[in-house]
């Protein structure tokens, strides 16, 4: 992946709209140039899993249409 890691707190994270108010099992995520941050939602302060842009587009792409299907 290359480049300077930047530290978890200096990020913009989102969370999913699926994402309830309730808490539960919920990812963030934080977006810069070429990689995508994904961490637990429980767990601000725990790992952050980071993955290449072109990974996460590629697993997006696979799940998206299993979570259309029970949406």
């Not at 890691?5 to 989102?14: D, G, K, R, Y």
């Not at 099992?25 to 990689?35: G, K, Q």
């Not at 990974?55 to 029970?70: D, E, I, L, M, N």
Request: hydrophobic share 45%; net charge positive; aromatic share 8%.
């Amino acid at each position: 992946m290359g480049g300077e890691q930047i530290a978890p707190a200096q990020l913009v994270w989102f969370k999913s709209s699926f994402s309830g108010t309730s808490g539960g099992d919920c990812l963030e995520v934080a977006v810069v140039p070429n990689v995508v941050h994904v961490r637990d939602s429980k767990s601000v302060r725990g790992a952050v899993l980071r993955v290449p842009a072109a990974g996460w587009s590629a697993f997006v792409s696979y799940v998206r249409p299993t979570v259309k299907q029970h949406a």
